[in-house]
């Protein structure tokens, strides 16, 4: 669970993802320890309208990210604090 966190900078090079499945891999691999995530990153979404991402091909440079595991979003104020409880993992700005 995560409380409070502000999220993570992360770049991420399109053409390095052969598969959408790398780039959750490769986020679960940066959630900070705090995040508990039983099954690692397994959907991504905006933070403002909770449209889900499907393919790396979605992200737009300078955008922010929502990561979560199984959970459907859940709106909050992403980036600022979390609810105490959430599984959601603010990300942050994607920078090609």
Same mark, same amino acid.
């Given at each position: 669970m995560?409380? *409070?966190s502000k999220g993570k900078n992360v770049n991420i090079v399109a053409s390095r993802y052969g598969k959408?499945?790398?780039l959750l891999n490769d986020l679960t691999g940066r959630l900070p320890a705090s995040v508990l995530l039983?099954? *690692?990153?397994r959907q991504i979404y905006t933070p403002t309208t909770g449209r889900?991402?499907?393919h790396v091909g979605?992200?737009?440079d300078g955008?922010?990210?929502v990561c979560a595991g199984f959970e459907t979003f859940k709106p909050m104020n992403y980036g600022r604090t979390n609810a105490p409880g959430?599984?959601?993992a603010f990300v942050g700005t994607y920078r090609s």
């Open positions: 995560m409380t *409070g959408f499945g790398d039983a099954y *690692g990153v889900r991402i499907r979605q992200l737009k955008s922010s990210y959430t599984t959601a």
